[in-house]
């Protein structure tokens, strides 16, 4: 039976973290998700938002590389979020 409030929440996704579930395991707070190791380098990261903006910004918050392959949803607002940050490190034009 899985339990946390990510459990009951309506968006969920499977993300690889770039990191041991060890790591990953002594970083995020056991009811955000279920860390399952696949090797001892990276992880599966089960969590669930109420929003693709709040899983986004809870993965990228985490501090590990991670990959999102699906749900398309959660990809596109990566991309999003991924473009955004980079506008605001580019120089801007002076006149």
Do not use: K
Request: proline share 6%.
């Amino acid at each position: 039976m899985l339990s946390g409030w990510w459990s009951a929440a309506p968006l969920h996704a499977r993300v690889r973290l770039r990191v041991s579930a060890q790591v990953a395991t002594a970083r995020l707070d056991p009811s955000c998700g279920l860390i399952e190791a696949i090797d001892d380098d990276t992880c599966w990261f089960d969590v669930g938002a109420s929003t693709w903006e709040y899983v986004a910004m809870h993965l990228v918050l985490a501090g590990f590389d991670f990959q999102v392959t699906e749900p398309p949803e959660l990809v596109d607002q990566v991309r999003l979020l991924a473009a955004r940050l980079q506008r605001a490190v580019m120089p801007t034009a002076r006149p």
